[in-house]
């Protein structure tokens, strides 16, 4: 007989003894967690979790036709990205930074891009995407929960492209909307990116094309 998932987290649920509170619980089955852990999306609802380390591993089956998705630690450079200044305009992303994923309820790959009022969806030019993911590496981001994050300087020079886990990039939403200030951030929030990439590029291991 098969067990369901949720079953299974059900058996989690009734057999655990009380933990003492604390400020952060798996949003699965309640237990204590750390101020580190790892995240499942809800691939129906969008949504974010924070679960414990048991919760997440449920869910770790790229396979599987899964209500929630484990997110990866997996993170990556693609140096020589196929994306310049002028594959950038025609993307259409109205600031310097933004990541891409592919959502597998719309069946399309959508873009976002971060600023004052957190994460704004981009409504993506489709032929002008097919020209970016002509990069093979592209292929390589899992559904929903991988992302490619991309950052194009202002001064021309060679665009920062990195796969990231989607966590990572509301990580960075999240910071950049506490920091901004003004129409163009502030120092705090140019300082914070320059962080923030150096900090994504610093644990990347190299994928060439």
Known sequence: MTTSTMEVLARIRSTRTAAPSTDE???????????RHQH?????????????RGCYLLFTDAAAALRYRAVPDRYLSFPDFTLGRARWEALQIPVGFAFFFRNSGLDRTVAFYPGPAGATES??????WSAVAGDPRVGL?????????????????????FLV??????EFVGGLRL??????????????IDSFFAGVAARSAVRLP
């Open 179 to 192: 920091l901004w200030r003004g129409f163009d951030g502030g120092t705090q929030a140019r300082e914070f």
């Open 165 to 170: 886990p989607i966590d990572a990039c509301y």
């Open 25 to 35: 619980r798996c949003e699965m089955c309640a237990d204590p967690i750390a101020d």
């Open 40 to 52: 499942v999306v809800n691939v129906a609802a969008r949504q974010l979790m924070c679960v414990c």
């Open 123 to 128: 409504e993506l030019d489709m032929a002008a």
């Open 141 to 161: 981001l899992a559904d929903d929960v991988e992302a490619l994050l991309v950052r194009v300087p202002d001064s021309g020079g060679t665009p920062e492209c």
